[in-house]
């Protein structure tokens, strides 16, 4: 099992930018399809970036596209989500997560997630 820990979260203005991280401790992730999702109070989950193992194929939710980058570094075990020009709507905790199957873009077809890093934006 793998076990993800997020962080680079943190309070920041509209149209700053924030880098999270989400490391993998365990076992390996090269081969694993791992995405990003957020969760805003009230709200269900959403599916915000995923990248797949060579790090080459990516995609993003239509709310943060061209803003928001998604990377990987298999040789520290490392998914990285650079999010530039941050809006208050953006506001949530994110979390990293490994795909186990299914719709990358479905949180039920993720088996193992991060406890979550919180973002704040303000206006």
């Known amino acids: 099992q793998v076990q993800l820990v997020e962080s680079g979260g943190g309070l920041v203005q509209a149209g700053d930018s924030l880098r999270l991280s989400c490391v993998a401790s365990?076992?390996?992730?090269?081969?694993?399809?791992m995405g990003w999702f957020r969760q805003a109070p009230g709200k269900e989950r959403e599916f915000v970036a995923v990248?797949?193992?060579?790090?080459?194929?990516?995609n993003y939710a239509d709310s943060v596209k061209g803003r928001f980058t998604i990377s990987r570094d298999n040789a520290k075990n490392t998914v990285y989500l650079q999010m530039n020009s941050l809006q208050p709507l953006d506001t949530a905790v994110y979390f990293c997560?490994?795909?186990?199957?299914?719709?990358?873009?479905?949180?039920?077809?993720?088996?193992?997630w991060g406890r979550g890093t919180q973002v704040t934006v303000s206006s």
């Open positions: 990248i797949w193992p060579s790090g080459t194929i990516t």
């Open positions: 997560a490994r795909r186990s199957a299914g719709s990358v873009y479905l949180a039920p077809s993720y088996d193992n």
């Open positions: 365990g076992r390996t992730f090269n081969g694993d399809v």
